[in-house]
Nanobody, 122 residues
Framework: QVQLVESGGGLVQAGGSLRLSCAAS????????MGWYRQVPGKQRELVAQ?????????DYADSVKGRFFISRDNAKNTVSLQMNSLKPEDTGVYYC??????????????WGKGTLVTVSS
């Protein structure tokens, strides 16, 4: 079992920045997948950014955030962060952290945090 706790959300004006952090209860070196997702009411949760060991720990981003958001892992602190710059009102939503061990896609076993709310005002 892995506990994930997100922090860093809040209210920001359009054009501003926020940094989200996700703290894991275990050594994240053993995690193959760590990612950030967001959800708005009435819509499905969508991928924002991820780092997977299968891709050599290269970062992968949704087209809507490329060049503005940056994901990073800190194995020493057992955290994954999301630096969000040039925020837009459409970035508003609840941001969730997800993690999975090697083979998580085949097994379907992964873990979610409870989310942190980001609100971007126009």
């Amino acid at each position: 079992q892995v506990q994930l706790v997100e922090s860093g959300g809040g209210l920001v004006q359009a054009g501003g920045s926020l940094r989200l952090s996700c703290a894991a209860s275990i050594n994240i070196f053993s995690l193959a997948h760590m990612g950030w997702y967001r959800q708005v009411p009435g819509k499905q949760r969508e991928l924002v950014a991820q780092i997977n060991s299968e891709s050599g720990f290269s970062a992968d981003y949704a087209d809507s955030v490329k060049g503005r958001f940056f994901i990073s892992r800190d194995n020493a602190k057992n955290t994954v962060s999301l630096q969000m710059n040039s925020l837009k009102p459409e970035d508003t939503g609840v941001y969730y952290c997800r993690a999975g061990f090697p083979g998580w896609q085949e097994s379907g076993i992964h873990y979610w945090g409870k989310g942190t709310l980001v609100t971007v005002s126009s």
